[in-house]
């Protein structure tokens, strides 16, 4: 059964700081893998879809990477800024989609 | 293009009572979700639909829950009666074929709470 974890669950860190969120994920065998943010009281927004195919993704400030073989993924955020405090979740697609609890982030001014 | 639709945003109502959502996707998405949100919790997938056919409803507690998506296009979700569990963010998301490449849009979500 495939479990996804995500760490640290909660992350403080000054503005101007880059950051880096954990995903990992027990059966390699996944066709994708997604990074969603999660801003409070809200729905989910796409971040970065990575195929199993690739190794990273990049948009922005943000750039995903995916380890297939060691079950990783990382989520690094450049230049972090007080917008970018919300809630990452990381989901992994093999017959199913499964997400992690997520990562609570918060960017101190 | 416009992005998942969702009502209402909010609703809160006493245990026991019944309860609707609303979603309709993005044109043209022949897959559809509903996944329920506990707080604290990442989303746990209730039901699958692929145009107006259930593929997926194995987590769906479907002795107080049920869904439909008769024209292959929008879909409600019901509950019917509700406990006090069932308070949590309801999200529903669309893909465009369902195929294992595909990604997720997701809509901004219903907060449920039962009192």
């Known amino acids: 059964k495939q479990e996804v974890t995500q760490i640290p669950a909660a992350l403080s860190v000054p503005e101007g700081e880059n950051l880096v969120l954990n995903c990992s994920f027990t059966?390699?065998?996944?066709?994708?893998l997604q990074w969603f943010r999660q801003d409070p009281g809200k729905g989910l927004t796409s971040l970065l879809l990575?195929?199993?195919?690739?190794r990273e993704q990049t948009s922005g400030r943000l750039n995903a990477s995916l380890d297939k073989s060691s079950g990783r993924s990382t989520l690094y955020i450049a230049a972090s800024q007080p917008g970018d405090s919300a809630t990452y979740l990381c989901?992994?697609?093999?017959?199913?989609?499964?997400f992690g609890k997520g990562t609570r982030l918060h960017i101190l001014p | 293009e416009a992005g998942v639709a969702q009502s209402p945003r909010y609703k809160i109502i006493e245990k026991r009572q019944s309860v609707a959502f609303w979603c309709n996707p993005i044109?043209?998405?022949?897959?559809l979700y509903w996944y329920q949100q506990i707080l604290g919790q990442g989303p746990k997938l209730l039901i699958q639909?692929?145009?107006?056919?259930?593929?997926?409803d194995s987590q769906l507690p479907k002795d107080r829950f049920s869904a439909e998506r008769l024209k292959g296009v929008d879909s409600t979700l019901k509950i019917q009666p509700a406990k006090l569990e069932d308070s949590a963010v309801y999200l529903c998301?669309?893909?465009?074929?369902?195929?294992?490449?595909?990604?997720?849009?997701f809509g901004s979500g219903t907060r449920l709470t039962v009192v």
């Open positions: 998301a669309s893909s465009l074929t369902g195929g294992r490449l595909d990604g997720y849009t």
């Open positions: 059966d390699s065998a996944i066709y994708n």
């Open positions: 990575i195929q199993s195919s690739q």
């Open positions: 989901a992994v697609r093999d017959d199913k989609i499964i």
């Open positions: 044109s043209g998405h022949a897959t």
């Open positions: 639909f692929q145009n107006n056919g259930v593929v997926d």
